[in-house]
């Protein structure tokens, strides 16, 4: 797979998850969701999601890589689970606001 742009959109092959990239690391990356790479359009092999990455994800969540450099949000929920060269992606902590007593 190509670099990721901030912005662009990816669907999964093997369920209904799509994602909107909100912070990518320069070079190549393999972002996959139920274990298939993520393509622009969708199209691909198509199949079942990997009993190893069936997690799920959740509309409206980010994602985020162990290291912070990659970001995703997701816009469509799905069966399989995000994962970057075969690490999973963790669901990103929502920020707490500051108190206006």
Not at 6 to 32: D, F, Q, Y
Not at 71 to 98: H, Q, T
């Amino acid at each position: 797979m190509a670099g990721l742009a901030t912005g662009a959109r990816l669907k999964s092959t093997v369920c209904k998850t799509e994602i909107m990239v909100i912070a990518a690391p320069p070079g190549e990356v393999e972002l996959t969701c139920g274990g298939a790479v993520m393509s622009a359009d969708g199209a691909g092999n198509g199949g079942a999601v990997d009993a190893g990455f069936a997690d799920g994800t959740t509309l409206g969540k980010r994602y985020t890589d162990g290291e912070g450099k990659l970001e995703v949000l997701c816009v469509k929920a799905g069966e399989g689970s995000l994962a970057i060269g075969g690490e999973p992606l963790k669901l990103k902590d929502a920020k707490k606001l500051p108190k206006t007593d």
